[in-house]
């Protein structure tokens, strides 16, 4: 089976080949086509990647190639993990951002929205490649923001193409480690949109265990979503939110750390992979050892600011090891092999919120067989959260029509519409600044 990764130099693609490496049943993938833009970085996640299988037998085969259509012939999966700009689009997001006073994020508020105007273009390409080129592989969509870039791609792909993240999946991990339960037999009842979802419930054996939790305040103070929205909060909210919600509750405090913080999280990012890239294409040099300490300190600063803002503490031992490539090679399996499993993932609505069309884009629990990915029912979100969801939706619907449109007056709707943009004028500077920096939005008239 051949898996081809778009994005192939980027830095988290050895947990990915890490994890098929572990995969030795029938119907495993055997061949994998790395497809980059830059040379250089191909060239040193190639090495990682052959002392990783280094005394491993029938390891994946690994070819590297920068040309797109070359890469997607004949594949059976492809994942999505480009990013368009690089780390300094992304520093460059964050900077404009906090220059006007609103959240400097890469996938939150005025940061995702200019990600993924830049990306969704790109994006909207490789899917009508893929429809030509290989219009039976399933698509795995990594590349953030990932809600929005999966329903760009779903327009020329339909179901074919579902998005993933390991948020939710390491938050059902925690809420169920602290409650004793194992993680596989727990059924996490989580319903939102990417990077703004809730769990409202975690059922074992069919009894829901989250009531124990928010009406113990020393075991909901106990894990990493307690000590960063605090207790009383989550009791208040009767749910325990995704992380990433803390950009929403805490805006101001948020915004303030960030501002105040040495240098942004993409800048951070941009120095510490410049410097793995180069030490890891050193003659003599284990890359694989380069690229296993310069993971360990980027999953310890992640969400860093926040963290400090809640006074959190370090992230726990557990929560270190990432996740979404577990996740990526459990849904590629269920389809590849008919092994039935559920997971949360983002797939077309399809009448699973009420309050939002079929096509849209939600993060939802699926059940994932041969034939893809099947969102449960789930019961209405209650009114606060339907209000936010909608809202961030209706962003969403703005930006992919003003990438495809290339309306600048659009672009501007979708930054002013945002809940943590709060002026017009705001949206216009952001609009004027972004533009200016970045040249994939030149597109914008």
Do not use: C, K, W
């Given at each position: 089976m051949k898996l081809t990764i778009l994005g192939g130099g980027g830095f988290r693609v050895p947990l990915v080949y890490g994890a098929l490496l572990n995969d030795r049943a029938e119907g495993r993938v055997t061949e994998v086509v790395l497809q980059d833009l830059d040379d250089r970085r191909l060239y040193a996640v190639t090495r990682v990647l052959a002392e990783q299988a280094a005394g491993v037998p029938d390891a994946p085969t690994v070819t590297a190639t920068t040309d797109l259509d070359e890469a997607l012939h004949?594949?059976?999966?492809?994942?999505?993990?480009?990013?368009?700009?690089?780390?300094?689009?992304?520093?460059?997001?964050?900077?404009?951002?906090?220059?006007?006073?609103?959240l400097g994020q890469e996938t939150v508020g005025a940061g995702g929205i200019a990600y993924g105007l830049r990306t969704v273009p790109v994006a909207?390409?490789?899917?009508?490649?893929?429809?030509r080129l290989a219009p039976d592989a399933w698509v795995i969509n990594f590349t953030n923001p990932a809600g929005l870039v999966t329903e760009a791609m779903s327009r020329h792909l339909g179901d074919r193409v579902i998005g993933i993240c390991d948020s939710p999946v390491g938050l059902g991990r925690r809420i169920a480690r602290v409650l004793g339960a194992d993680p596989g037999e727990a059924f996490v009842d989580y319903v939102g949109l990417n990077h703004l979802g809730w769990v409202r419930g975690l059922r074992v054996a069919g009894r829901d265990e989250l009531p124990r939790l928010l009406a113990d305040p020393a075991l909901l103070g106990s894990f990493e979503e307690g000590r960063l929205f605090g207790t009383d909060w989550?009791?208040?909210?009767?749910?325990?939110?995704?992380?990433?919600?803390?950009y929403y509750y805490f805006n101001r405090e948020a915004v303030r750390a960030y501002q105040e913080a040495e240098k942004t999280r993409g800048a951070f990012l941009r120095e510490q992979q410049a410097r793995f890239y180069e030490e890891a294409c050193r003659t003599g040099v284990r890359a694989l050892d380069v690229w296993?300490?310069?993971?360990?300190e980027r999953e310890a600063t992640y969400m860093a600011e926040n963290r400090e803002t809640a006074g959190a503490g370090e992230r726990e031992a557990d929560d270190l090891s990432g996740g979404y490539e577990k996740v990526a090679l459990?849904?590629?399996?269920a389809i590849a092999r008919d092994e039935r499993t559920t997971l949360?993932?983002?797939v077309r609505n399809r009448g699973t919120l009420a309050a939002l069309d079929a096509d849209a884009v939600v993060e939802v629990p699926c059940l994932v067989d041969a034939n893809g990915a099947h969102p449960f029912a789930v019961d209405p979100l209650p009114g606060h959260a339907s209000g936010l969801v909608g809202a961030v939706k209706a962003v969403e619907r703005e930006v992919l029509s003003a990438a495809g449109s290339g309306s600048r007056a659009t672009a501007v709707k979708a930054f002013a519409l945002?809940?943590?943009v709060d002026s017009v004028n705001v949206a216009r500077r952001l609009v004027e600044s972004y533009t200016s920096v970045h040249p994939g939005l030149a597109y914008l008239t």
């Open positions: 004949g594949a059976d999966f492809v994942f999505s993990t480009i990013r368009v700009g690089g780390l300094a689009g992304r520093a460059d997001d964050e900077r404009v951002a906090l220059e006007q006073g609103v909207v390409d490789i899917a009508r490649r893929v429809a989550l009791q208040s909210l009767g749910a325990i939110p995704n992380e990433y919600l803390h296993d300490r310069t993971r360990a459990a849904l590629m399996r949360i993932l983002n945002h809940p943590l």
